[in-house]
């Protein structure tokens, strides 16, 4: 026990050399730097957390949980479910599907067990609780990349996404079927906005944008799938076949690679978690754990039904390799009215927007973190609104130079998908310590190594697509 003690109280600097100390403890909630001594006390200390926009409040409920899972779950990649049962038919593509989505499940429930896994402390980052369970070298090898990649590849995606559908939004609504707004000037657009929108003071404090981006996701999943159901559906299901022609290892992995990619998002489990209050009689994972359960069964709603509509009505019309969103969310609306098309199109742009602070935050926060380790003192709010800046910044620079990152999305996904599938097991086995061999133990080890098992699969399927189709790569020509 007082060996993860130690590992929790000093997870930012054990490497430094005589570097000021980080807390880590649970529930504070008078946040003084904490007076040095010449007598060996915790000289030099300071409640880092409550300086944290992650942590700075603790007054959550399961409601602001409940759409924060909402709005970081229902992602733009729950389109792209049809392609993939176009590729892997009815059957497989329903028990991936249903398979992957227990497992998130299981990894969330572990996940949320382990935020308060050791007495007295609160685990409420995802990299933190890596460094707890497998030491500071390999923790921060394990997690930071994943997780850097999920917060800021995932907003540089929505810049892609968000800018491409709001060009053709324009294009949908022009009369000459022309967009005013080049794909950059596009891009601008959406980032700007998107910053703005990303200037809330912490992670709670942006429960209304989750609100909203959870009811625009909702929207748009039920409108896509119910459009084909209210329209004269017979019509087109004379041409439609759901027969699988390419069965290569490549083209079946990489259907469900496009299923795994749905599933990512544990990496702000924790960081959810931690704007709840706690304590011994009500301890947050009560409360989260409620708020997985609504949040879930709402994903699930929107999920199944958008994924076995679309595919029923459209079949082998779906391409089935991947790529941007808003060539299927093209696919979806062609047939129907321009009124249903702007629809979901202005709901898609609005779930992209009300996604695009919630999965920047970690990367504030982490930032954050470097600037009070040089500092030791909370970040104002000119300092916190400059850093935000830059890193919206970062993203739509990274979107512009490289518009086809949504092509290479299960290659480098594949890595991210490990904090989903894999590391909750084997950090569930390192801080709680079941018996060796005994069920749990073996559970847990046999889950991850399914994960990894998937995750090297997925990588060598990209890797040999690439090779086989080449990468046309549009650097800053988006």
């Known amino acids: 026990m007082s060996i993860a003690l130690g590992k929790l109280f000093d997870l930012e600097s054990q490497e430094s050399g005589g570097s000021p100390l980080f807390m880590s403890p649970a529930p504070s909630t008078d946040p003084q730097p904490i007076s040095g ?45 049809p392609a993939a049962f176009a590729a892997l038919g009815w059957v497989w593509g ?18 949320v067990q382990l935020h308060e896994g050791v007495p007295g402390i609160r685990i409420s980052r995802y990299v933190r609780l890596a460094i707890a369970s497998f030491g500071v070298k390999l923790g921060k090898l394990l997690g930071i990349f994943p997780v850097m ?10 810049v892609i996404t968000g800018g491409k559908s709001i060009q053709q939004l324009l294009q949908i609504m022009s009369v000459d079927n022309t967009a005013p707004l080049t794909s950059v000037q596009c891009f601008l657009v959406f980032s700007c906005i998107a910053m703005i929108m990303s200037q809330f003071p912490n992670l709670n404090s942006l429960f209304g944008v989750s609100l909203i981006g959870a009811f625009m996701g909702i929207a748009y999943c039920t409108v896509i799938w119910i459009l084909p159901v209210a329209s004269d559906s017979q019509r087109t299901q004379v041409s439609v076949s759901y027969a699988t022609m390419d069965k290569s290892f490549v ?33 947050s994972c009560k409360t989260m754990w409620r708020a997985v359960m609504i949040s879930h069964a709402l994903v699930a709603i929107c999920m199944f039904p958008l994924t076995f509509v679309v595919y029923w009505a459209y079949g ?10 808003g060539n299927y969310l093209k696919l979806y609306t062609q047939e129907h009215s321009k009124r249903a098309a702007c629809f979901i199109h202005l709901t898609f742009i609005f779930s992209c927007l009300c996604s695009y602070p919630i999965n920047l935050m970690p990367a504030c926060d982490n930032i954050e973190m470097v600037y009070i380790t040089k500092k030791q003192k909370p970040a104002s709010i000119i300092v916190r609104m400059m850093l935000r800046v830059f890193l919206s910044l970062v993203c739509f620079t990274i979107a512009v130079g490289f518009p086809f990152l949504p092509y290479l999305a299960v290659l480098i996904g594949a890595i991210a998908l490990l904090v989903t599938f894999t590391y909750p097991c084997f950090m569930w086995i ?49």
């Not at 329903?94 to 572990?110: H, R």
């Not at 082998?316 to 969103?325: E, N, Q, R, S």
């Open 94 to 111: 329903t028990i991936i599907l249903t398979v992957g989505f227990v497992w998130k499940l299981y990894t969330t429930w572990l996940l």
């Open 251 to 283: 083209h079946i992995f990489n259907a469900i690679g496009l299923i795994a990619l749905v599933y990512r998002g544990n990496n702000l489990v924790l960081e959810i978690q931690g704007t709840l209050p706690s304590d011994s009689k009500n301890p």
């Open 430 to 478: 390192s801080i709680k310590k079941p018996q060796r061999k005994s069920p749990m133990w073996l559970f847990n080890v046999l889950v991850g190594c399914l994960g990894a098992s998937l995750s090297v699969l997925l990588l060598v399927a990209s890797a040999m697509r690439l090779a086989q189709k080449g990468l046309h790569a549009n650097f800053f020509s988006p």
């Open 37 to 81: 001594d010449k007598n060996g006390g915790d000289g030099g200390r300071i409640p880092v957390e409550e300086w944290l926009p992650i942590t700075e409040s603790r007054k959550g409920n399961v409601y602001t949980a409940t759409f924060h899972l909402l709005c970081s779950g229902i992602g733009l990649q729950v389109i792209l479910l």
């Open 149 to 158: 990649y999920l917060s800021g590849g995932a907003c540089t995606i929505l």
């Open 316 to 325: 082998d019309k779906i391409p089935a390799t991947g790529g941007p969103v």
